[in-house]
């Protein structure tokens, strides 16, 4: 299994080394993608790729982190990126007292660097599924996008996939409450579904929860374990094609 979404580094873990330690020996999940929220969580998730083999990197300045995108496009230049998969996670969230017009502006011009770099983006939106979508729409990524532990919204979905994006859903769909999730994964077309565990914001236990969320999809679309394992393997490797 890959996990496309995970924050592995020193300020949302306490021992940080361990930690990944015991993520490499796990023998369901053979990659992860290690997001970075700002300057120095991105650096730290390049450094981390580069130094244990199931280990992928983003660079991103997440919409409730402050940070500039000339100072990623710094680290692009200089850093080894060759195991930076993708640019985010950046999008919109309403969580804050802060001008969105202020995150919408950061939120372009991310999208603008992936362009330049032909990297996919990854995209947090918090209550604002339909401005996110809007923002998307008028600045295409080039090389695709994904909504992160999607807040499910049919209608939404329905336009994301219209125009080529994917959906990465985390341990909400395995909440006994989660009946507007579940219509998710039971509409969407499967070459467009990804999985995540978002640790360790959405996840205590990786391996635990890593089970249950894949078990939930399985179930509902009367899948063998193989098979689901191969459409969502081979999905996250056509979204992020340096996987
Ligand atoms: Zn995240």
């Known amino acids: 299994m890959i996990d496309t979404h995970a ?51 983003t660079l991103g300045i997440h919409p409730l982190h402050s940070g500039t995108i000339s100072s990623l496009k710094k680290l692009y230049e200089t850093l080894d990126c060759s195991k930076v998969v993708a640019i985010g996670e950046t999008g919109l969230d309403s969580s ?18 992936a362009n330049e770099i032909n990297l996919p983006i990854i995209i947090h939106a918090n209550n604002t599924n339909k401005q996110a979508l809007e923002i998307i729409k008028e600045n295409l990524p080039q090389a695709g996008f994904v909504f992160h532990c999607f807040q499910p919204n049919l209608e939404i979905m329905e336009e994301i996939i219209g125009i080529g994006g994917y959906i990465s859903v985390a341990t909400p769909i395995t909440r006994p409450t989660a009946k507007k999730s ?11 579904l990804l999985i995540e565990l978002d ?45």
């Open 182 to 192: 579940l219509e998710v994964i039971k509409n969407i077309p499967l070459e467009n």
């Open 7 to 57: 924050h592995f580094n020193s300020k949302d873990l306490k021992n940080l080394k361990r930690q990944i330690q015991i993520i490499e020996s796990l023998t369901y999940l053979d990659k992860i993608i290690n997001v970075g929220l700002d300057y120095q969580t991105s650096k730290e998730a390049a450094a981390i790729s580069l130094k244990y083999p199931n280990f992928y990197a």
């Open 199 to 243: 640790y360790p914001y959405m996840s205590d236990n990786p391996e635990i929860d890593g089970k249950n969320v894949f078990n939930k999809i399985k179930e509902l679309r009367h899948l063998k374990y193989n098979d689901l394992e191969d459409i969502l393997d081979s999905n996250a490797k056509r979204l992020f094609k340096k996987l």
């Open 96 to 113: 804050t007292k802060e001008d969105i017009t202020i995150q919408e502006n950061k939120f372009i011009e991310t999208i603008n660097f």
